[in-house]
């Protein structure tokens, strides 16, 4: 069975569309003079890369409701990845995350020029601005693959209520997970830590993953409000799960599949709801002795090797893959329910539910 990411060449089409908008901000910012070319470079080696799901969700939410495939379509999605890219760049900055997709961050890259260039001034900071403005740089080049895609601009109209809110509310999302690590959990009981770090999962990454791209397509092709709010019951749940599944990568993931260090979420210090499971397991002395260790940047490998089998050993693994099998079965029920006009489109979406949760990367 073909992997459902390249039903109608999709992905080779969507990183056509994104190398197009590339090549085309390279006349953009041709007055800027050399200057740029790093900041271009950056972008493109991000976007080389990548499942593609967040078009993907766009494509087919759009089949979903009755649009017809075209390369229009292909680039309206292809702005997903494109702002998934401004995204991690930012993320990556606030974490100050070493790798991305096997390769140094673009704040580390950046930072790496200034380096080996002998230029004047702190290394790290130029790296962390000069990742910023990669970042926005990919948030304008989202609108405008948006806006210029081709389809037709009633389409776009529908779409964009969701497409701002997206772009809004990530922003905002992004802020809540500095936050909610800033505030910590002292004091705060099993059941609040977890409704939290749930929150916060939701907010910063499981909807733009999955529903909100989801309703952005079908809503530019003209869903209606049924099928839209069963597509939203079927992205926010499949979302979570794929994000709860991030986090136990996040920790046991391989750093040839995931393209980040082992147990890379430990060292930030991410309060997930892995981290809430375990922690409700453990007697004081391991209580200690984990929060101690977490978020720790140069956490030994015995010390990351204990913290990974007290997780093990709470049961905290299977109780995150117990949500994840239940959030599972809510996506299937909805899109069970949903009146999609599109056989492919809904064999399809039935497929991404197994890939999205059941993935190593």
């Not at 900041?39 to 009755?66: C, S, V």
């Not at 993931?253 to 980040?260: E, I, L, N, R, V």
């Not at 997780?311 to 109780?319: H, P």
């Not at 489109?345 to 990367?361: F, I, Y």
Request: charge should be negative; aromatic fraction near 6%; charged fraction near 30%.
């Amino acid at each position: 069975m073909p992997n459902p990411l390249d039903v109608e060449r999709l992905r080779t089409r969507v990183q056509t569309s994104i190398d197009a908008q590339l090549k085309a901000q390279q006349q953009v910012l041709a007055p800027i003079g050399t200057a740029a070319e790093p900041l271009l470079q950056a972008a493109a080696d991000l976007l080389r890369g990548g499942k593609r799901l967040r078009a993907a969700f766009f494509y087919w939410g759009y089949r979903a409701a009755g649009g017809a495939d075209s390369d229009a379509l292909v680039t309206a999605a292809s702005s997903m990845e494109m702002f998934q890219a401004g995204a991690l760049v930012h993320d990556d900055v606030m974490d100050d995350s070493d790798t991305r997709r096997g390769q140094p961050s673009v704040h580390r890259r950046l930072g790496r020029l200034h380096a080996d260039r002998s230029w004047l001034g702190d290394t790290d900071r130029f790296g962390a601005a000069g990742a910023v403005l990669v970042g926005d740089l990919c948030l304008t080049w989202t609108d405008e693959l948006y806006a210029t895609s081709g389809l037709p601009a009633e389409e776009l109209a529908r779409g964009r209520g969701e497409f701002d809110a997206m772009r809004a509310q990530l922003m905002a999302g992004q802020f809540l997970d500095v936050l909610e690590a800033a505030l910590g959990w002292d004091d705060a009981p099993t059941d609040e830590r977890i409704a939290r770090a749930r929150h916060v999962a939701r907010v910063k990454s499981a909807r733009y993953t999955v529903e909100q791209p989801l309703l952005i397509g079908a809503a530019c092709a003209g869903g209606d409000e049924a099928l839209l709010d069963d597509l939203a019951r079927y992205g926010r749940a499949l979302g979570e799960a794929f994000q709860l599944r991030d986090d136990l990568l996040g920790v046991f993931g391989d750093p040839a599949a995931t393209g980040k260090p082992a147990g890379d979420d430990l060292r930030e210090g991410k309060r997930t709801v892995l981290m809430a499971y375990t922690l409700d397991a453990l007697d004081d002395a391991d209580t200690e002795r984990f929060e101690a260790l977490l978020g720790d940047a140069d956490l030994a490998d015995d010390d990351l090797a204990w913290m990974r089998d007290t997780i093990t050993g709470s049961g905290a693994v299977e109780r995150v893959e117990r949500l994840i099998d239940e959030l599972v079965d809510v996506a299937a029920a909805a899109l069970r329910s949903a009146d999609i006009v599109d056989d492919q489109a809904r064999t399809v979406l039935g497929e991404l539910v197994t890939l999205t949760t059941e993935r190593n990367a």
